[in-house]
């Protein structure tokens, strides 16, 4: 398969995923679970989190990068995903009670204990999503994480009717998993036949030196919530977890599936000899030309969108929304900056940087917190800029990217990004503002948006549009449609 035909699959799965993922949480939000809720179980989810940075073990990127691959090295990989599957299940249960009393909250135990049901069940795809990745079978993630996503909704839903409060999505977490696992094995069986721990040198060596990587990012972008809640406490991190949880699902539904298909795609190119710095150069222009616009109009309609979503009983989380929202146009501008490092070898400079990202993240947000939930998302904005100072040499280094054509496409997506904006600015100005605008008139808004985004990258001469035109042609239609077309 194709890089392009790749990147159809992926966004196809992470479309219709959003779509599950983003009404289940508009209709348990709106009228099952309150923010406090919901900020009991993104503690929990939260701490987990960060445990479970473990359970993958670099398995993904190891499979990946390996010239060959046989069904000895299979077995190894799935002995070792068990494994750490085992002990990141039984540090969370054992986790649970000390952080229920350090958080003073009774049901967070219990909660984070149902959580670590799950890992029990994902080292059933590790391996198989690794490999169909390996061979850019797409189609299977396809599948697999759309089969997780409608069993999440259809748990989370039920379970939340019936007056479950936050074990709902405790559950519906579980749910998932199981249901990742059991079709990821009946499309690629990969489970060992019996656990296999001769060789796993090779697997072991990677993963160790990749685990405190993993670890110090996994700390920086999940104890958020975590900071939030024992600061502010359960009520102010549902707001925040509520909003940064809409921003990464704008963003996925974006482009974040297609980060999965880049990693083999470069690996390619690596193994090819050929220079990683024009290819970077596209994925660069992709992501800004699409998610800058994306992101800038979700801050921008924040407030509109949260009071038709979610009620007025989550009208605050509209600020830190903006806030978040403008970060992820930082935090894009270098995409692929864990993944493309390990690629060249530079594993210590990478993780040299990650701890001082992860310390800054921290540090920040604890001091935001000084100043209320407000003071919390605006330090994320601090920290995309601090980020992208920290990254910018360092990932020109390793790729050899041409500066000047990178700010050349960095002009042409914010010229892009405004123009999108335009129909809404001018919606709040002679229209409705932002307290008065109603769901269908951001709505209407937006879409004309889309279509001055697209008139501008034609005027700019954007790169993202020959990839978006490239991409659309690998999107399979019905065969009269097809027949039409050509004739």
Not at 295 to 321: D, F, K, N, V
Request: aromatic share 10%; charged share 10%.
């Amino acid at each position: 398969m194709s890089v392009r035909g790749a990147a159809v699959w992926a966004m196809a799965a992470q479309y219709l995923s959003f779509a599950v993922q983003f009404a289940t949480s508009v209709i348990i939000s709106r009228f099952f679970l309150t923010p406090a809720e919901v900020g009991l179980f993104s503690i929990a989810m939260a701490a987990a989190l960060v445990v479970s940075v473990l359970q993958d073990f670099g398995l993904a990127r190891y499979i990946s990068g390996l010239p060959v691959i046989d069904s000895h090295e299979v077995e190894r990989c799935g002995s070792v995903a068990i494994l750490f599957a085992l002990a990141i299940a039984g540090t969370l249960a054992w986790a649970s009670i000390p952080l229920g009393h350090f958080y003073k909250m009774a049901a967070l135990a219990p909660v984070l204990q149902v959580i670590a049901v799950s890992y029990l069940f994902a080292p059933l795809s590790i391996v198989p999503l690794a490999l169909m990745a390996r061979a850019m079978q797409f189609r299977g993630h396809f599948v697999v994480n759309l089969s997780g996503a409608i069993a999440q909704g259809a748990v989370a839903l039920g379970l939340a009717a019936s007056g479950s409060s936050s074990f709902a999505l405790a559950w519906a977490t579980v749910a998932s998993t199981l249901a990742r696992g059991v079709t990821a094995q009946i499309l690629r069986p990969t489970l060992p036949r019996r656990l296999r721990l001769d060789g796993v040198s090779g697997v072991l060596g990677f993963g160790a030196r990749s685990t405190l990587l993993y670890l110090s990012g996994a700390l920086g972008t999940r104890t958020p919530d975590l900071i939030v809640g024992k600061a502010l406490g359960a009520f102010a991190v549902g707001l925040f977890s509520r909003a940064a949880s809409l921003s990464d699902q704008f963003r996925m539904l974006i482009s974040g599936a297609i980060g999965s298909v880049f990693y083999p795609a470069f690996a390619r190119i690596r193994d090819r000899g050929d220079s990683l710095g024009p290819a970077y150069l596209r994925v660069c222009a992709g992501y800004s030309g699409v998610v800058w616009p994306g992101m800038a109009a979700l801050a921008l309609g924040s407030e509109p969108l949260i009071r038709a979503l979610y009620g007025p009983a989550w009208a605050a989380t509209a600020m830190p929304l903006t806030m978040i929202a403008l970060t992820e146009i930082l935090l894009v501008a270098l995409p692929l900056h864990i993944d493309l490092p390990i690629l060249a070898g530079k594993l210590n400079p990478l993780l040299a940087r990650n701890l001082i990202d992860t310390a800054m993240s921290i540090g920040l947000l604890a001091i935001g917190c000084h100043w209320g939930i407000t003071g919390a998302a605006a330090s994320r904005l601090v920290y995309g800029l601090a980020w992208l100072l920290l990254y910018f040499g360092f990932m020109r280094r390793i790729i050899g990217f041409d500066v000047n054509a990178l700010f050349v496409i960095y002009l042409r997506s914010a010229a892009t990004t405004v123009a999108a904006l335009a129909p809404l600015a001018l919606g709040y100005v002679l229209w409705l503002p932002p307290s008065q605008m109603t769901f269908f008139g951001l709505a209407l808004c937006s879409v004309t948006g889309a279509f001055t985004w697209l008139g501008a990258l034609a005027l700019v001469r954007h790169p993202a549009l020959q990839e978006i035109i490239a991409i659309a042609s690998h999107v399979p239609l019905p065969a009269r449609l097809t027949a039409r077309i050509r004739s």
